[in-house]
């Protein structure tokens, strides 16, 4: 399995605090079956700044690290992006990483509120030929109220990336709901565990995929398990499924046309 976000680098953010805590994060992503992960610390959050050649330097240290452990996993760059109005002058002053050098950004909006520009910046980014995931859009208030808000931004051109622990209830029962609201609206492309710390906000990445299959069925859980791995290898991504038998059949159509190609 691959993860697309997760705080593994040590010390950076509110993730791993030291190298030890990063080794045990690798370790129990091994353990819980992910053999390659997109390193993603905060940017621009106001809180931290890990501007994109600072990240490449500390994940060539760290896969060297895991390396001398003899830890089988995989580290890309990333970054997830607070969404703010000088991100196209960041971008231009190449301080910001895409996903594993794809043409995929991970970007972060308030827990609050959606940016009145949002289907701007989106816009904006497609434009260049750069393609945003929305991190966990249903822990953003406006969001769970009205998940239209987060249609406009699939229908502008994003994708969207549901939390392991937000499926699994570890944010609470709103968000739960209203992550499976939004997997069942087809509006979610991708799952990863935003992994923090090994006891405190963990992986649990393998549970999620089999409650996904459970509850939404087969089809979705294999879109998000290939979108993930589309990210890394740079290519399109599947339109989810969505829960309507009409809408079914016509995702199990792209995803036959994609093994096709
Ligand atoms: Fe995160």
């Not at 240290?61 to 390396?67: E, Y």
């Not at 580290?75 to 895409?98: C, I, K, P």
Request: net charge negative; glycine share 8%; hydrophobic share 40%.
């Amino acid at each position: 399995m691959i993860d697309i976000h997760t705080h593994i680098l040590p010390g950076i953010d509110d993730g791993a605090a030291d190298l030890d805590e990063s080794l045990d994060l690798a370790r129990a992503a091994v353990a819980d079956g992910i053999t390659g992960l997109i390193a993603t610390p905060h940017h621009a959050n106001g809180k931290y700044m890990n501007e994109a050649g600072f990240v490449r330097n500390q994940i060539e240290q760290l896969q060297a690290t895991l390396a001398e452990n003899q830890i089988p996993l995989q580290l890309y760059v990333g970054q997830e992006v607070r969404v703010h109005s000088d991100m196209f002058d960041a971008w231009n002053a190449a301080e910001l990483a895409t996903l594993a050098g794809s043409t995929y950004i991970l970007l972060e909006m308030p827990s609050s509120t959606v940016p009145k520009r949002m289907l701007e910046y989106i816009h904006e980014f497609t434009i260049m030929g750069i393609r945003p995931i929305i991190a966990h859009p249903e822990r953003n208030a406006e969001v769970v109220q009205n998940p239209d808000k987060l249609r406009e931004m699939v229908e502008a051109g994003a994708y969207g990336q549901v939390t392991t622990h937000s499926i699994l209830g570890g944010f609470g029962k709103q968000i739960e709901r209203a992550s499976w609201q939004l997997c069942r609206a087809g509006l979610i492309h991708t799952l990863s565990s935003d992994a923090h710390h090994v006891q405190k906000r963990g992986f649990r990445l393998h549970e999620a995929y089999v409650k996904v299959r459970n509850e939404l069925g087969e089809e979705f859980e294999r879109c998000y398990k290939l979108n993930a791995e589309a990210i890394i290898a740079n290519r399109e991504l599947l339109e989810s499924p969505m829960e309507t038998s009409s809408q079914k059949g016509k995702g199990w159509l792209k995803i036959l046309n994609f093994f096709q190609k």
